[in-house]
C-alpha cells in the first residue's frame, strides 16, 4: 500500500506566500511524474504544475513566474512553493504521483485547502 500525505495549505493574503508539501510512504520502488492539481468550486480539477523523475517541469499559464514546483527523491516528497498569491488561486491542492510499486498506478493526496483572501 502506499499514502500520500499533504500539508502546507491556510489562509494567507493577496501577495503572500505558501508551501505545500506531499510525502509518501509505502511500497514503493521509483516514483514517476509527480504532480499538483487544483479544483475551485465549481470548477474542474486542473493541472497546477508537474515534474519528472529527472527534474522537467511544466506550469499551468496562470502560475507560470509565480509557482515551483520541485522534489526530493529520497524522501519521495514533492513541494509547490506559492508566491504572489491572488485570490483566484483559492482552491484545494491535490498531489498526484505516479508511483511503480507492485504494478504502477496514479495516486491523490486527500487534499489540502488554500484560501488567498484579505
Known amino acids: 500500500q502506499v499514502q500520500l500525505v499533504e500539508s502546507g495549505g491556510g489562509l494567507v493574503q493577496p501577495g503572500g506566500s505558501l508551501r505545500l508539501s506531499c510525502a509518501a510512504s509505502g511500497r514503493i520502488f521509483r516514483i514517476y511524474v509527480m504532480g499538483w492539481y487544483r479544483q475551485a468550486p465549481g470548477k474542474e480539477r486542473a493541472l497546477v504544475a508537474d515534474i519528472t523523475s529527472v527534474g522537467s517541469t511544466n506550469y499551468a499559464d496562470s502560475v507560470k513566474g509565480r509557482f515551483t514546483i520541485s522534489r526530493d527523491n529520497v524522501k519521495n516528497t514533492v513541494y509547490l512553493q506559492m508566491n504572489s498569491l491572488k485570490p483566484e488561486d483559492t482552491a484545494v491542492y491535490y498531489c498526484?504521483?505516479?508511483?511503480?510499486?507492485?504494478?504502477?498506478?496514479?495516486?491523490w493526496g486527500q487534499g489540502t485547502q488554500v484560501i488567498v483572501s484579505s
Open positions: 498526484n504521483l505516479n508511483i511503480a510499486g507492485p504494478g504502477r498506478r496514479d495516486y
